[in-house]
């Protein structure tokens, strides 16, 4: 089997298990962007939370979150912890957002995949998955994100080495299946539920959909 069959293969099986995801649970692109800068290090509950504080001060847009003082955002987003280094990374786009592209995410989403990558990774704060995340869910082009689950994951099947390496992993998926950004989109939503849900720190391999293709559960079975 080719790994694109095999990728194919994987996403097929997590699809049937776990039916479709959803992602990204947000009601317009701009709250995906900010749900991309304050889900780092904190769980979704919490950035759910902070969201909603956003929303109560109808500081979920880009020109009252460019207005409001840094101090006073800070304490909106408290609930996503790390508030007052996210406050600044948040401050940190919308300037640019409305520095070179008059607040508009459709402009600055105009630009091909590999600029608009570079532009976002110059802004403070954002990294490669908040990058590649804000490329896929919020600009809606195809782009696979690459997370924690998804390095845990690929290594327990033997298809990575699992250094934590995101640029040697990503495009082991780019060039290996269709650039179809509704794939990308559920492949990762998939990849995290099945690491929350059954392939966890201690997997639960018995009730796994990959058993019979892991390597390290092949492992498990010859000891
Ligand atoms: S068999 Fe176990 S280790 Fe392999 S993918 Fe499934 S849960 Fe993870």
């Known amino acids: 089997m080719t790994l694109s069959q095999t990728l194919e293969q994987i996403y097929q099986r997590l699809f049937e298990h776990y039916g479709p995801q959803h992602w990204w649970?947000?009601?317009d692109s701009f709250e995906v962007v900010v749900g991309a800068i304050l889900t780092q290090s904190a769980a979704?509950?919490?950035?759910?939370?902070?969201?909603?504080?956003?929303?109560s001060e109808d500081?979920?847009?880009?020109?009252?979150?460019?207005q409001i003082p840094v101090d006073k955002l800070a304490d909106l987003i408290r609930?996503?912890?790390?508030f007052n280094v996210k406050a600044r990374k948040l401050?940190?786009?919308?300037?640019?957002?409305?520095?070179?592209?008059e607040n508009s995410l459709d402009r600055m989403f105009a630009h091909d995949i590999p600029d608009l990558r570079d532009e976002l990774l110059s802004i403070y704060g954002i990294g490669a998955e908040t990058?590649?995340?804000?490329i896929l869910y919020a600009a809606r082009k195809p782009i696979f994100v690459i997370d924690a689950y998804t390095h845990r994951i690929m290594k327990r099947l033997g298809l990575s080495s699992g250094k934590g390496d995101y640029a040697g992993l990503q495009p082991l998926f780019m060039e290996n299946l269709p650039h179809d950004e509704k794939l990308f989109n559920e492949y990762h939503a998939l990849?995290?539920?099945?690491?929350?849900?059954?392939?966890?720190?201690?997997?639960?391999?018995?009730?796994c959909c990959l058993s019979d293709i892991c390597e390290s559960f092949g492992r498990e079975r010859e000891d």
């Open 44 to 55: 979704w509950i919490n950035v759910e939370s902070a969201i909603n504080n956003l929303k």
């Open 91 to 101: 401050k940190a786009f919308v300037n640019r957002l409305g520095d070179r592209y």
């Open 191 to 207: 990849f995290v539920w099945h690491g929350k849900v059954t392939c966890k720190k201690a997997p639960l391999c018995r009730m």
């Open 79 to 82: 609930p996503s912890g790390y």
């Open 131 to 134: 990058a590649d995340s804000i």
């Open 59 to 66: 500081a979920l847009n880009p020109v009252a979150m460019r």
């Open 25 to 27: 649970p947000a009601e």
